[in-house]
């Protein structure tokens, strides 16, 4: 469980195909404070972590992970966001996150608003029932509140903290994000559903 408040950024450094899967090496400042078997949210991606060395830490994601998800465009050099599980002593900063990613959405527009940024994100449709004007989003990890809803796309608004602390600066049109709905929204559509 997460909560959408990305601690650190990663740089990846080695990607290793075995059949259908894919492992990764990522470099970055909190690997010295993880251990193995660890859930570590990647782009909000939960993957668990198998090993440690050298300032790094490494991660597979399995076939079903990589077709759901934008881990497929990573490469060497890719900058990811990063958090560890959330603690239950703490405060729950951004929203419930479950790391388990929902869709994939691409960037159809940016702009720069002197001093802070909108990112406009079309996703597949049967999504529409899961975000709502001013509700919470998971775009690569990171916990946002979505404006100018409609039932296939939405926008985002960064502040300049976010922009220089988690990889929105990198995203440009065309690039694909990982999406994850809010799992209350989730959970009420499906009883609804079932009604």
Same mark, same amino acid.
Not at 118 to 123: H, L, R, T, V
């Given at each position: 469980?997460?909560?959408?408040? &990305? ?9 290793? !195909?075995?059949?259908?899967?894919? /492992?990764?090496? +990522? ?11 660890? /859930?570590?949210?990647? !782009? ?44 239950? $002593? ?20 940016? +702009?720069?608003?002197?001093? /802070?940024?909108?990112?406009? *994100? ?30 296939? $796309? *939405? ?15 990198? &995203?440009?049109?065309?690039?694909? +994000? ?14 609804? /559903?079932?009604?």
């Amino acid at each position: 469980m997460f909560t959408g408040i &990305i601690e650190k950024t990663g740089t990846i450094k080695e990607i290793i !195909n075995t059949g259908t899967n894919k /492992s990764f090496w +990522v470099e970055s400042s909190l690997a010295s404070g993880l251990k193995v078997d660890q /859930s570590l949210s990647h !782009n909000g991606v939960c993957l668990t972590v198998e090993e440690i060395k050298d300032g790094m830490h490494r991660v597979t994601a399995i076939e079903e992970t990589i077709l759901k998800t934008n881990l497929n465009t990573w490469e060497k050099g890719s900058l990811i966001n990063l958090e560890r599980c959330m603690q239950l $002593n703490g405060r729950l900063d951004g929203h419930i996150v479950q790391g388990h990613v929902d869709c994939t959405a691409e960037c159809i527009d940016v +702009v720069e608003k002197e001093g /802070s940024w909108e990112f406009k *994100f079309a996703f597949p449709k049967q999504f529409a029932a899961f975000i709502i004007e001013k509700g919470s989003v998971t775009v690569n990890g990171i916990s946002l509140t979505c404006f100018n809803v409609t039932d296939d $796309n *939405f926008m985002v608004a960064i502040i300049p903290y976010t922009f220089e602390h988690t990889n929105m600066s990198y &995203i440009s049109k065309g690039e694909r +994000v990982n999406i994850e709905w809010d799992v209350i929204g989730k959970y009420v559509q499906r009883k609804l /559903s079932l009604s």
